[in-house]
Structure formats: C-alpha cells, structure tokens
C-alpha cells in the first residue's frame, strides 16, 4: 500500500463548478498535512495546510480527519487557472521528509 | 530573487557520465532537501541535510549518488555513471528548522536526460 494514496484524475470540470479531492495516508503518527499544487513542468508550491479543524483559504477548502487517515480539498467556483496537479503531501513530524501522492489533474474548461 | 535556485535547469547526458547539480537555498533556512520527480508521480525524498550535516538518506539514493553541503549553505548532487533510470526533475527544497512555520519551499529543479 502506498504511504499516501489519491485518485490520478484527470478532473474535467467546467468553469464555476466545485470540485472535490481526497487523499489517505497510511501512516498513522503523520503529524502535518498540505495540498502542494504543482503546474505543467514546474515545481510544487505550497497551497495550503490542512489542520484537523479544517481550514478554508477564500474558495479552496481544507479538511484533515485523523480518524479515518483522510484528508480533503474542495475548490469552490473552479477558474481556467486552477488547472494543474494537486498533490496531497503528509510530513511524518517536523521538519522531516514530505511524503507525496502522485497528484490528482484538474483541467477547468471554459 | 530571494527564493530556492537551481543549476543547470536542463542537463542531457550520454549514459555513464558523471553530472553534478547545485541547489542554493533561502538564505536564513537551515534545512536543505532533494527529491526526484518521475513522469507523473509525485516527488520522492532522496536525503536532507540540516545545515552541513546529512541527516537522512532514502534506499533511492544509491551508490553512485552523493550529496554533500559543505557550508551549511549550497548543496551539491552528483550522480556517477549515469543510467537512463536516472532520468527525472531533481528538486531541491529548504526550511527553517525550529521557526513558527517549516514549510517547505521547492526551487525550479533541474530535469535529467540521460541518452
């Protein structure tokens, strides 16, 4: 099983619609959690953090349940330059190594 | 610019040189990471160093990778005899250890060719 799993997409949606990701992760004791968005032959950049009690950064949405090992990001109003890779990173404590998902495409259509 | 830089930013090489890239970080962050990115997958750590020392290496970092930062500032990654397996985006990242945040921030990488 892969230490971070999410769903390769690709997400097709038009513009304006709200579109859902999630990711889980198998290591328990993971202690940080981010959705890193990375562009075609770029590198990743930061998002935002994903806190337990969820997290909302105007129409980007982050939620983390410990529980269920589950993390999610919920894109409300998708623009054409939302289109890109959203990877799911989980960092086992801090200041350690990142820990990937293979990334979930996200192509908004006018 | 004030953020993570990387060189070359391409490199093509024949199969069994030597190649060698450098990773200059945000210049307070003491902490300095490489990953490699392969055709759609999400990066994979290599190793870290917190300041001139090599905390961690991954099983992925075989003996013919090296990596050094000799002043606690650049960092160096050599790959000896290359192979076409070598062939990926090699990014390097760096935080600050011990702040509020420990954010990691990623330099443009350097993407191997190897023929």
């Known amino acids: 099983r892969k230490e971070v799993e999410q769903d390769p997409g690709p997400f097709n949606v038009p513009e304006g619609a709200t579109v859902a990701f999630n990711c889980t992760y198998s290591?328990?004791?993971?202690?940080?959690f981010f959705w890193y968005r990375q562009d075609c032959r770029k590198e990743p950049k930061l998002l935002m953090s994903?806190?337990?009690s969820g997290n909302e950064d105007g129409r980007f949405t982050a939620q983390l349940n410990r529980a269920s090992q589950y993390i999610s990001l919920l894109i409300r109003d998708s623009k054409l330059s939302d289109s890109a890779t959203y990877l799911c990173?989980?960092?086992?404590?801090?200041?350690?190594?990142?820990?990937f998902g293979t990334g979930t495409r996200l192509a908004v259509r006018p | 610019d004030t953020g993570v830089s990387q060189d070359p930013r391409h490199k093509i090489t024949k199969r069994g040189q030597n190649v060698t890239f450098r990773c200059d970080p945000i210049?307070?962050?003491?902490?300095l990471y490489w990953y490699r990115q392969t055709l759609g997958q999400g990066p994979e750590f290599l190793t870290y160093?917190?300041?001139?020392?090599?905390?961690?290496k991954s099983r992925l970092l075989s003996d013919r990778f090296s990596a050094e930062r000799p002043k606690g500032s650049f960092s160096t990654l050599e790959i000896q005899r290359t192979e076409q397996g070598d062939s990926a985006m090699y990014l390097c990242?760096?935080?600050?250890?011990?702040?509020?945040?420990?954010?990691?921030?990623f330099g443009p990488g350097t993407r191997l060719t190897v023929l």
């Open positions: 990242a760096s935080s600050f250890e011990g702040g509020i945040t420990d954010t990691q921030y």
């Open positions: 290591n328990s004791a993971s202690q940080s």
């Open positions: 994903v806190y337990s």
């Open positions: 990173v989980v960092n086992p404590s801090s200041g350690d190594k990142l820990t």
């Open positions: 210049s307070e962050h003491n902490r």
């Open positions: 160093f917190q300041n001139e020392a090599q905390l961690e």
